[in-house]
């Protein structure tokens, strides 16, 4: 198993973000974006963390037969990155500039599923056929993911100086649904804070069946 490191980090965000010839009248957004950057960029050097040194008998394969693996959780999240990302960048190049210097807006439905997301959770969702992991290989799964994060994170930087609160996507997941697109942004990071715990989980529960047997 190879892990490649994360492109970028917190401070570059901040730098590349800084760079961005904004007015005052934006900077507040500025900031915004600027967490959310790093937000992504901290989850994916988490993720990393958590995986170094793992066999692969821990990342490839679940806790029981119909449970997912780290590898497909990690693939699950690069799907629904992509899944996502057409929309976002569709309403991103048509999004006004902001001119007042104000907070974006995440909007009442959004934080719904913020809230719900965030673990450690409780609601449990059907997962769509298309967000379906579809690699249970770690390698294939990380690879995947890295690109995914790296996608969402320009997509993020994109969006410096517009008001994309005020432009809005149809869910991916659920289609009568829908929520502007710096809700989306923070509904994707939610997601990643979800199945990160659950990568956490997973190999809290492996260390303690390894454990259990060296006692046997």
Known sequence: MRLVEPNGTASGSREFLAAVRVSAARQGSIEQLTALVEQIQHTTRAAQELAIGRSDAHLNAGLEPNS??????????????????????????????????????????????????????????????????????????????????????????????????????????????????????????AHQCRHLWQVQQIFKALDGRRMLRKLE
């Open 68 to 189: 997912w693996s780290v590898a497909e959780c990690f693939d699950h999240l690069a799907q629904t990155t992509r899944a996502f990302l057409p929309a976002i960048s569709d309403a991103v190049a048509t999004a006004p500039n902001l001119t007042t210097n104000r907070q974006l807006r995440t909007g009442t439905l959004a934080w719904l599923f913020i809230r719900n997301l965030e673990p450690p959770y409780r609601l449990r969702y059907k997962v769509l056929a298309p967000l379906v992991p579809r690699q249970r290989n770690f390698d294939a799964a990380w690879g995947s993911f890295m690109e995914s994060q790296s996608e969402l994170s320009e997509t993020v930087r994109s969006a410096a100086g517009l008001a994309i609160d005020r432009v809005k996507i149809k869910s991916p997941v659920y289609a009568r649904i829908h929520y502007n697109v710096y809700g989306a942004f923070r509904i994707l990071a």
